[in-house]
């Protein structure tokens, strides 16, 4: 039997491009309503769930960045979708463990998730080890400051979970390239609030670090406020693809 490329069919190209079609309008308008070029803001596809074939359906409906949050999903599909010739930026969104760093270098071209020092050192040694470039990489930050979930810390001193020392970890290591900030607005809190208090941070940060531009920030449900607050990058999944048959 001859392995078959990864497609969608024809309906659920039809789909995805009336999906997508429907998400470019709302990321044209929220820049629009913002007074923002629309060229300022990449919408990354978030595929988690979804088949290659959809990665590939997409890359020929002109989507060009791909987002994943769980290696043991993402390894196999980045390797499916370059058999079948499609190169899409692949961005690594979710949380990630040390001992995956090896795996995710070298399929990612950029980790939105580093949020501590040991795990940036990780992907530093597994970077310079896997890769013949540089590896883009954010910090995730907590916009709550609640250090039992995920995020790098503002206003923290914390050697390991600080936002300044993240921040310097990435900026320090040679294979790695300290691009900007992410996150999630929390549980509870109104997109606006979380958002706007994103935006402070992040003004706060590129006074050390200019050249650490971009901002992820946004999913299906919010993104039009984070596109009011500052976001470079919106991560789009149900919008785009539909519901997931499982929360992830
Ligand atoms: C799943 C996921 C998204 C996309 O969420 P939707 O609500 O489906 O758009 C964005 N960011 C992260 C970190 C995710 O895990």
Redesign the pocket.
């Given at each position: 039997m001859t392995e078959q490329p990864a497609t969608a069919r024809p309906d659920r190209r039809a789909e995805l491009a009336a999906g997508l079609a429907r998400v470019r309008v709302r990321i044209a308008d929220a820049c629009a309503d913002a007074g923002r070029d629309r060229a300022e803001v990449t919408m990354i596809a978030?595929t988690?769930t979804y088949p290659a074939g959809d990665v590939v359906a997409l890359a020929g409906l002109g989507v060009a960045d791909v987002?994943e949050?769980r290696d043991q999903e993402a390894a196999p599909k980045a390797a499916e979708v370059a058999a079948a010739g499609v190169r899409p930026r692949w961005h690594f969104?979710?949380q990630l463990q040390r001992n995956k760093a090896r795996s995710v270098v070298r399929y990612a071209d950029v980790v939105?998730?580093v949020d501590s020092v040991r795990l940036a050192r990780a992907l530093g040694t597994a970077a310079e080890a896997g890769r013949d470039r540089p590896l883009d990489a954010l910090v995730q930050v907590s916009i709550d400051g609640d250090p039992a979930r995920g995020g790098a810390l503002p206003d923290s001193a914390d050697p390991d979970r600080g936002l300044g020392p993240v921040a310097e970890a990435l900026a320090g290591a040679g294979s790695l390239r300290l691009a900007g900030l992410m996150a999630?607005a929390p549980l509870g809190w109104e997109p606006e609030r979380a958002f706007a208090r994103l935006a402070e941070v992040a003004a706060g940060f590129r006074q050390t670090h200019p050249e650490a531009t971009a901002l992820s920030a946004g999913?299906?449900?919010d993104l039009e406020a984070a596109i009011r607050y500052g976001a470079t990058h919106v991560?789009?999944?149900?919008?785009l693809l539909g519901m997931?048959p499982t929360l992830?």
């Open positions: 978030v988690k987002g949050n969104i979710g939105h998730s999630v999913m299906s449900g991560r789009v999944g149900s919008a997931r992830r």
